[in-house]
């Protein structure tokens, strides 16, 4: 209902088109954005799992950068791709605070780490691997957020994610490490 109707949706709607009273509906959430959160909540943790999975797999069989990088892609891609407005609406409501908000903040303290380590290991990211993970990592939110939930254009997500490793960690940088080794 959500992503058909956006916030105009009705807990009355959203409770009909689940087979439940508005009272059965209202015995779980407070409100439309209790609902909201719950939403979001769910759909941090199941986005989280599915790039927690490929960060893994990467540390004990390292894909390259741009194998990675297009890996991260299609998850984010697969966790959103379906009921799009619903997406948009929970990134610009139930996010923001609450248990969804400190989910999505203590994904990225794990996330950006890893991807700072890849970058490492790829001889990119100097002379601030973290910085340059950071600045990718929240490009990626943006870009998500912002162009993707409304254009849908994989594609141009892929080109788009590249660009912004190429930009923040550009392949002539090297880290102290791939320099010394060199």
Do not use: C
Not at 53 to 82: G, K
Not at 120 to 138: E, F, H, N, Q
Not at 167 to 175: D, E, F, Q
């Amino acid at each position: 209902m959500f992503d058909r109707e956006g916030l105009s949706a009705t807990t009355n709607r959203i409770a009909a088109r689940a087979g439940y009273s508005v009272g059965s509906l209202y015995q779980y959430f407070a409100d439309k954005t209790a609902l909201l959160e719950a939403l979001a909540t769910r759909h941090v943790d199941e986005a989280a799992g599915a790039v927690r999975a490929i960060l893994v797999e990467a540390r004990t069989d390292p894909p390259s950068l741009d194998q990675l990088m297009a890996s991260l892609v299609d998850a984010i891609i697969a966790s959103h791709d379906d009921r799009r407005g619903l997406h948009a609406i929970m990134h610009r409501t139930a996010s923001r605070t609450g248990a969804a908000a400190r989910r999505v903040e203590r994904f990225e303290a794990e996330t950006v780490p890893e991807i700072a380590f890849h970058l490492v290991r790829a001889g990119r990211g100097a002379p601030d691997p973290a910085l340059a993970a950071s600045a990718i990592v929240t490009g990626i939110d943006g870009y998500l957020h912002r162009v993707f939930l409304v254009t849908g254009d994989r594609a141009e997500f892929h080109r788009v994610v590249g660009g912004l490793v190429d930009l923040h960690a550009p392949a002539s940088s090297r880290t102290s490490e791939t320099t010394e080794s060199s």
